[in-house]
C-alpha cells in the first residue's frame, strides 16, 4: 500500500466516503443504514452476480440511499477485487468474512486471507479501518470459573485444528494491526458476541438472527452457553469507533455485548414468551444434556479415546459461562447496551411483521 499523505477525518469537512465490505449482509445492513443517516457516503462492494439487484434491495431502499454506490466485486478470495470500491473513500469498515467453522489449516488461511485482500485494497486515502472481529478472539478456557473477559485479553488458547474459528478471528485481528500500524493507519476491531435483533431481509435470518427464527419453528438451538448483543448497538459502535479514534483512550478494541448474564442459548424462547406472551415460542436444545454431561464429556477426559468423542474445546465450550466486561465500549464509544428482552422482542417483531415467520398463538 502507497501511502502518500494523510488526511485528518475532520467532523467539519462535510460527507465523508466510506467503503463497507459485507454491506448487504445482516450487520452490514445495518452499518450501512447508520452510516448513511448520518450522513456519509457508502460504497458497497457486493459479489456480483445475477441476484445483485435482489440482494441490495433493502439497501436501495434506505433513507439516504442516494448516497449509497453498490459496485459488483468485492469477493474475499480475490485480490484486487475491493480496488474500485474502495476509490477515493476517506474509510473502511470491514464486516465482510468466511464463516468456516470446520477445525483446519484450510480454514484460517482462507479467513486471515480474505482480510489481507481487504487491507492491500486500500488506497492512500484511506486513512482509518474498522474491522468486525468477534469475542471468539477475546475468550479462552484456561481462565478460572467467573473470570471477567475484557479487550485487554486476547485468544491465544484456541487451535487451528480444535478451534478453528476463534483462532482465525484472532489470527485475523492481528493481521489488521499489523497492517495498519506498518502503514499508518488509525484502526480500531469491534468484537461482538453472537448478534440478533430486527432484521432487513429473510436472508438476514440465515445469520446469526436464525436463533430467533428457530425459537419460532420450534427448531433445535445450540442449548451451549452464549451471550447476546442486538445489532443495533453493534452497528452504532462500529460507526463512534470511526469517529473517535482519535480520541480513544485504552485498548483500540471493544467487547460488545449486553448486560444480560451468560446464558444456555434455549434461555432466548423463555425471554421471547415473557415478553411476546401472546405467542408460544419453543426451544428444542440441539444436544441432550444429561447425556452430554454424564456419559460424552466423562468419556472424552480418557487417554487415545477421548478426542474422538469431543475435543477440549467443545468440552469446555458446552459447559463454561463466559462473561465479559463492556465497560470500554460504554466510557470509550458511548454505547449504552439494549436490555436482552427489547432485543429478542423487537427481532422477533421484525420476522414476524415481514411475514418470515409466524409463530404458534398461545392457546
Known amino acids: 500500500m502507497r501511502r502518500s ?11 465523508k466516503v466510506v467503503g463497507v465490505t459485507g454491506a448487504n449482509g445482516y450487520l452490514g445492513s445495518f452499518i450501512t443504514a447508520e452510516l448513511l443517516g448520518r450522513g456519509y457516503e457508502v460504497r458497497a462492494p457486493v459479489r456480483g452476480s445475477s441476484e445483485t439487484p435482489a440482494k441490495v434491495a433493502h439497501l436501495v431502499a434506505l433513507d439516504g440511499a442516494e448516497r449509497l454506490r453498490v459496485f459488483e466485486g468485492g469477493d474475499l478470495r480475490v485480490s484486487g477485487s475491493f480496488d474500485e470500491a474502495f476509490d477515493g473513500c476517506d474509510a473502511v469498515i470491514n464486516t465482510a468474512a468466511r464463516v468456516l467453522l470446520d477445525s483446519s489449516k484450510e480454514t484460517v488461511d482462507v479467513s486471515v486471507a480474505g482480510v489481507q485482500n481487504v487491507l492491500r485494497s486500500l488506497p492512500s486515502t484511506v486513512t482509518r479501518f474498522v474491522q468486525t472481529s468477534s469475542i471468539a478472539a477475546i475468550q479462552r ?19 487451528a485444528d480444535d478451534d478453528a474459528y476463534g483462532f482465525a478471528k484472532t489470527r485475523a485481528e492481528l493481521a489488521v494491526v499489523d497492517f495498519c500500524e506498518s502503514n499508518g493507519v488509525s484502526y480500531a476491531a469491534l468484537n461482538p458476541s453472537i448478534v440478533i435483533g430486527p432484521v432487513m431481509t429473510k436472508q438476514h435470518t440465515k445469520a446469526s438472527p436464525i436463533f430467533l427464527r428457530n ?14 448483543v442486538d445489532v443495533r448497538d453493534v452497528a452504532t459502535a ?15 478494541r471493544f467487547v460488545l455485548t449486553s448486560d444480560a448474564p451468560c446464558a444456555d442459548a434455549t434461555e432466548l424462547a423463555n425471554v421471547a414468551n415473557r415478553v411476546l406472551p401472546q405467542f408460544r415460542f419453543v426451544a428444542k436444545p440441539m444436544y441432550d444434556h444429561a447425556r452430554m454431561t454424564y456419559l460424552y464429556m466423562p468419556l472424552s477426559r480418557l487417554p487415545f479415546i477421548g478426542r474422538f468423542v469431543m475435543s477440549e474445546f467443545q468440552r469446555l465450550a458446552f459447559s463454561t459461562p463466559i462473561n465479559f466486561d463492556n465497560s470500554h465500549a460504554k466510557t470509550q464509544l458511548g454505547i449504552a447496551f439494549r436490555p436482552l428482552e427489547d432485543t429478542v422482542r423487537e427481532g422477533l417483531q421484525s420476522i414476524i411483521d415481514a411475514g418470515i415467520a409466524k409463530p404458534a398463538p398461545r392457546s
Request: glycine content about 6%; cysteine-free.
Open 5 to 15: 499523505s494523510l488526511r485528518f477525518f475532520a467532523a467539519s469537512s462535510g460527507p
Open 215 to 228: 425459537i419460532i419453528f420450534g427448531n433445535k438451538i445450540l442449548n451451549a452457553p452464549s451471550n447476546f
Open 238 to 252: 462500529h460507526v463512534e469507533a470511526l469517529e473517535r479514534l482519535d480520541t480513544i483512550q485504552g485498548p483500540r
Open 141 to 159: 478456557y484456561d481462565k478460572p470459573r467467573g473470570y471477567k473477559f475484557s479487550e485487554r485479553d486476547w485468544n491465544d488458547w484456541s487451535r
